[in-house]
């Protein structure tokens, strides 16, 4: 029996020794090796200038094209869309931007349905994950994580948590350096495929939205020109009123949703856009917002 105890204790021994391992190398390996998606790579420029920063969920990822800006203007665009964000994630995304001391000329916000939700998005989450260590990041984490303690403390844990967006197959590819799906330089993921278009509008908008107060609290800090705005929604979309709702919580905030009505040709489905649709957008925001402004001044 004695035997038997010390086999299991020296088991134990190499399992523990074997997960503190591990922790190490993929915490080492993200950390280190080449970013793979728009966190990692946010948290790699450093004291960067960026012109023209826009901030969403999949609309913004799929809707703009930073190339196009930087082709047309000479100035440097990144597009932070990242799929699944709400405004809390957008909070998320300007706190890093003041972290990594990014000086930007202009930040581009879109609003929508989005500010009928408060929670956080389990991708962007799993994106912070390797990052645990970092206190704004174990901050931003101890609200959106329950299990907090255990993510930080025990080893490989939070690996094995996340393993279906972080596991063995992610890492070995920031391991070999492997480029991602998407060129984070731009941030911009193209839509070619068209869908069926239909979809709705929320029916009734709640009072506030306390991300988007903390997001203006953020936004006046740090003297960001900002602008919020709306992107395309196809014609059949119902409850359209939603946006004459949002509009009288935020007055600043600026309309596109109908730029291209009667052009089902630019539309995925109802709140995406092709990728030819994507560039006309971009055109759009580089006339009303970059060519518009520089002449005014």
């Known amino acids: 029996m004695k035997k038997?105890?010390?086999?299991?204790f020296k088991l134990l021994i190499i399992v523990v020794l074997t997960l503190y391992f591990l922790e190490f190398a993929y915490s080492y390996v993200y950390q280190n090796g080449k970013p793979r998606n728009?966190?990692?790579?946010?948290?790699?420029?450093?004291?960067?200038?960026?012109?023209?920063?826009?901030?969403?969920?999949?609309?913004?990822?799929?809707?703009?094209?930073?190339?196009?800006?930087?082709?047309k203007t000479g100035k440097t665009a990144l597009n932070l869309g990242i799929q699944g964000a709400i405004i809390d994630d957008y909070l998320l995304i300007l706190k890093l931007i003041d972290k990594q001391n990014i000086d930007v000329e202009k930040i581009f916000i879109q609003i929508d349905y989005v500010y009928n939700y408060e929670n956080y998005s389990d991708i962007i989450n799993s994106m912070?994950?390797?990052?645990?260590?970092?206190?704004?990041?174990?901050?931003?984490?101890?609200?959106?994580q329950p299990d907090i303690w255990r993510?930080?403390?025990?080893?490989?844990?939070?690996?094995?948590?996340?393993?279906?967006r972080i596991g063995f197959r992610e890492f070995f590819s920031t391991l070999i350096r492997k480029e991602p799906r998407i060129a984070?330089?731009?941030?911009?993921?193209?839509?070619?495929?068209?869908?069926?278009?239909?979809?709705?509008?929320?029916?009734?908008?709640?009072g506030s939205?306390?991300?988007?107060?903390k997001i203006k609290e953020i936004v006046s800090k740090n003297n960001w020109d900002v602008i919020y705005y709306t992107a395309p929604i196809c014609d059949e979309i119902k409850n359209r009123d939603y946006l004459i709702k949002l509009k009288t919580k935020i007055p600043e905030l600026i309309?596109?949703?109908?730029?291209?009505k009667g052009k089902p040709e630019y539309f995925h489905d109802c709140v995406h856009l092709l990728d030819s649709g994507a560039k006309a957008f971009t055109e759009i925001m580089i006339e009303k917002f970059i060519y518009q402004e520089e002449n005014n001044e």
């Open 209 to 213: 939205n306390k991300a988007f107060e």
């Open 4 to 8: 038997f105890f010390n086999y299991l």
């Open 184 to 206: 984070l330089e731009s941030g911009y993921y193209p839509l070619y495929n068209q869908l069926p278009r239909s979809g709705e509008l929320p029916m009734s908008i709640p």
């Open 128 to 144: 912070l994950i390797p990052y645990i260590n970092d206190p704004l990041i174990y901050n931003e984490l101890q609200v959106r």
């Open 255 to 260: 309309n596109l949703a109908d730029v291209f």
């Open 38 to 71: 728009k966190v990692s790579y946010l948290l790699a420029q450093e004291n960067e200038n960026i012109d023209y920063i826009f901030i969403g969920s999949s609309r913004v990822d799929n809707g703009v094209d930073p190339i196009v800006i930087s082709r």
């Open 151 to 164: 993510l930080k403390n025990i080893p490989f844990y939070k690996y094995m948590l996340f393993d279906y």
